[in-house]
């Protein structure tokens, strides 16, 4: 009887090594970039992190992609990097876009939090359902994760959202 090979985790394709050598080796220039005046058309589609580890206490800056409705911020990593663990329960951050530095506070919204379906919708309705999809998260093209895709979300991608601080 012929055996189903299980999908392989994204993390574990050629395709997402390569790409995590890619992108690793461009976030130094990236944080660089975003950091300066001539971020321009860049910081539309990605911002500047920073935040302090937990652990070290030390300042990191991280260019993430992102969405942005008014005062959300929306974020989506992938479990195989370990920055986002700095904001689980909520931390105090500053992001970094088209605008300037602002001040905020972020967190990882996990699937049993009352706002997930909001948040991956977010997502959804700025970058389409192909990102998630890409991460290996069952989403349809209105954002909806079914109930049983809830259950394996994390291990496919974590959604990072940012409040930003009202302006003073």
Do not use: C
């Not at 009887?1 to 790409?19: A, C, G, N, Q, S």
């Not at 876009?97 to 990882?108: F, I, S």
């Not at 996990?110 to 700025?126: C, H, I």
């Amino acid at each position: 009887m012929p055996t189903v090979d299980k999908p392989r985790p994204l993390i574990e394709t050629r395709r997402f090594k390569v790409m995590r050598r890619v992108v690793d080796a461009l976030n130094p220039l990236m944080r660089r970039l975003l950091d300066s005046r001539f971020s321009g058309r860049v910081a539309r589609q990605l911002l500047l992190l920073e935040f302090r580890g937990r652990k070290s206490g030390r300042m990191f800056r991280t260019p993430v992609g992102y969405v942005r409705r008014g005062d959300w911020v929306v974020m989506v990593t992938s479990p195989a990097y370990t920055w986002w663990r700095n904001l689980v329960g909520g931390a105090p951050v500053r992001v970094r876009l088209a605008d300037g530095w602002h001040g905020a506070h972020a967190e990882v919204v996990m699937p049993d939090d009352p706002r997930y379906d909001e948040v991956v919708a977010l997502q959804v309705s700025g970058r389409g359902p192909g990102m998630l999809r890409g991460f290996g998260l069952a989403v349809d093209d209105t954002g909806h994760v079914a109930p049983e895709a809830k259950a394996t979300a994390t291990q496919h991608a974590h959604l990072v959202l940012v409040q930003l601080e009202a302006a003073q």
